[in-house]
């Protein structure tokens, strides 16, 4: 545990859900429930420079249209201490706790199925949401005037590059040749799309949901937030939960959002380098002209490659990694990037 002097007065509990182990709840020493406070810390070597304004700035940059915590507190990090933010505790239960209660729960299955859909619609509205957010170009954010450096990221380059670490799984030489393949093909498909604003770690353990309504309460952990492919939050959402009802919801929610988005206009934003209007290609991001649920599934599952082949790679062991792993190669070996693991 950190001894931190700018929390004097508060003492640190792990708060659940996450596998960094950098998240806490702060709870003052004397005082009431309601002001505790949600506090990040940013030690890790994987952490860009100026990471916690950085946040606080996309959580400023959204408040308008997603629920997301105030920002109480944020520190670069100095004198041997992290980078700190320090944010309210907002209201709600974790979106993947409220999914399994609501797959595993007994009783009534059309209200299971009610509430599948309409949790999925609540989850999908926010990814629709950023898609309609422009970004002049793809890029991580590098500083607290969310200035984007740009890259440009090749799906087989990206698997080439960990494949020794799949070889290392033992993953066979066909195997990982069939995942290339894959990924040229997604390559193309993906192709092209305007850059918009994507949260990246967008699945139901980083969305609060009113336990009650089932709709959104708070939109948590931007660390890996960028500009990049309007698909890859869809994808995100749909990486391993495959509720048909669920699954329903979120495509319904997505393609809402973008819609709304585009009609009310929310989705307009500013180069914050040339402060030029960057809404263009609005059709692209709304509904209009969308070929189908299929299709934004198909370009969901092709985005997600991006993100399942870095999971299963890493070395770490938690839950996440090892269903990428298994979901990955069930990919690799069927050509299909909707496939799961048997």
């Known amino acids: 545990m950190i001894d931190d002097p700018r929390l004097a007065g508060y003492s640190l509990e792990p708060l659940g859900g996450g596998w960094s182990g950098e998240t806490f709840v702060a709870v003052p020493s004397h005082g009431r429930g309601e002001d505790r406070l949600v506090v990040r810390y940013f030690a890790d070597a994987r952490h860009a420079p100026g990471a916690a304004r950085i946040q606080a700035a996309l959580l400023d940059s959204v408040r ?58 609540a989850l999908g509205g926010v990814a629709g949401t950023l898609a309609a957010i422009p970004m002049p170009r793809a890029g991580m954010f590098v500083d607290a005037h969310l200035r984007i450096e740009p890259f440009h990221l090749w799906l087989p380059d990206w698997v080439d590059a960990h494949a020794h670490r799949l070889a290392e799984d033992d993953w066979s030489d066909g195997e990982v040749a069939s995942l290339r393949a894959l990924a040229e093909r997604a390559a193309s498909d993906l192709a092209g799309a305007p850059p918009c604003l994507v949260h990246s770690d967008l699945n139901p353990k980083n969305v609060l949901v009113d336990p009650a309504t089932l709709q959104v309460t708070g939109v948590l952990d931007w660390e890996f937030a960028h500009a990049g492919h309007p698909a890859t939050d869809l994808g995100n959402l749909l990486r391993f939960d495959r509720e048909p009802a669920y699954v329903e919801g979120v495509l319904d929610g997505f393609l809402a959002g973008l819609d709304a988005s585009a009609a009310t206009g929310t989705g307009a934003n500013v180069d914050t380098e040339t402060g030029t209007d960057t809404d263009t290609g609005a059709n692209e991001r709304s509904g209009a002209g969308e070929p189908g649920r299929r299709r934004a599934t198909d370009l969901a599952r092709a985005a997600d490659l991006v993100a399942l082949v870095d999971l299963a790679a890493r070395r770490a062991a938690n839950p996440v990694v090892r269903q990428a792993r298994a979901h990955l190669r069930a990919i690799a070996r069927s050509g299909d990037v909707h496939a799961v693991p048997d």
């Open 64 to 121: 308008d249209v997603l629920p997301v915590p105030v920002v109480r507190m944020v520190h670069d990090g100095d004198a041997g201490l992290p980078g700190l933010l320090v944010t309210e505790l907002l209201p709600g239960e974790r979106g993947d706790l409220a999914l399994a209660r609501l797959v595993g729960g007994g009783g009534d299955a059309g209200g299971r199925t009610t509430d599948l859909r309409t949790i999925g619609r």
